[in-house]
């Protein structure tokens, strides 16, 4: 079976990579010059689904839970197990006990522990919540080695033009943010983020900074590098970061840690969450091409679920003559 797969973020390429694990013909094409240039390249990389379900419904730890293992077998090396930190400043504690009350998987820490985890916020906050299982990865680095990964499985890419549909069996189209308007129901939630760069702090794992309104994560990329995001904003503007936005991730940067007021600013950036009402992904089939799309917040996440529901529904359409064992 030959398999169009329309769109090079995180949906796109990870469709593929499972299609090829299945022995499918696959080709790849991208309307941008290379991979990654859509919500994928602005992403934290968190593999967090039990902290996600303080605001999300519990399919995301359900398809979630093993996206790590996912990562790690595709991309070996790029997944970090290090846990996520959730804090508040004393005037939000409260957050804290709300944050528990709303997620599992959780262990309680003090000033000590806390201490001990991430030296450079001893002294800062009396208590965390610490979810050990989690993991992160950074999303470039991450898209970069599977699509390397794919090329040297000599899959074909086309970047740029538009291929003849009619030469494939089956188009899966992982376009995201481009359906909103065609794909019923699918809007955009505008993330905004930024990096920065200071050797004053080292963090080795992402910490989340719970706020009432504004509340915000680091994620630790090495080379004194810190990805802050994100907002979370009902919008399909993908133009550059509002002044208030930068304004708001800062000062919270600035509160998880001072250092962080004499860091550079070294990028910033704007990408479209596509989402759907449930802000679930979905596989849907529309006029004879399958759909993966709504990831929202959660592409590094649940992509890989949503990779193995694509290749069971066409290894179910699959000749028994074509089929052969990953
Ligand atoms: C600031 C921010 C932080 C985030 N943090 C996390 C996180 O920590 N963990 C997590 O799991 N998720 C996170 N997400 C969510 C995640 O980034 C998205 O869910 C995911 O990127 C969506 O992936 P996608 O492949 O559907 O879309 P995209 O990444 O937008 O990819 C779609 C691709 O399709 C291409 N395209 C469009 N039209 C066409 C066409 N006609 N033909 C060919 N190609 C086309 C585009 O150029 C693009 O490359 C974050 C998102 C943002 C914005």
Redesign the pocket.
Known sequence: MRVLV?????????VAWQLYRHGFDVTI????EK??????????????PWC?RESAEEPVLAL?RS?ADWWEAAVPGHVKRRGTLVVAAGRDAAELDRFARRTSGWEWLDGAAIAELEPDLAGRFPKALFFRQEA?LD?QRALSALTAGLEEARMRFLFGA?PDVARYDRVI???????IGQLPDLRG?????LYVETPEINLSR?VRLLHPRHPI?I?PRGRNRF?V???MIESTDDGGITARSLMELLNAAYTLHPAFGEARLTDT???????FPDNL?RVSEHDGTLH????????????PAMAAEVARRLLAEQAPSERRAS
């Open positions: 329309k769109g090079a973020g995180v949906a796109g390429l990870t094409t991208e309307r941008a991979v990654g240039l859509g919500a994928s390249g602005f992403a934290g990389g968190m593999l967090a996600e979630g996206a992160h999303p538009g189209d992982c376009t995201g943010a481009a359906r939630v505008r993330g905004e983020m992402p994560y994620v990805m995001g994100a907002t950036g704007a990408g479209i969450r596509p989402a992904p993966v799309n709504g990831l929202y917040r959660h592409g590094f996440l649940l992509a």
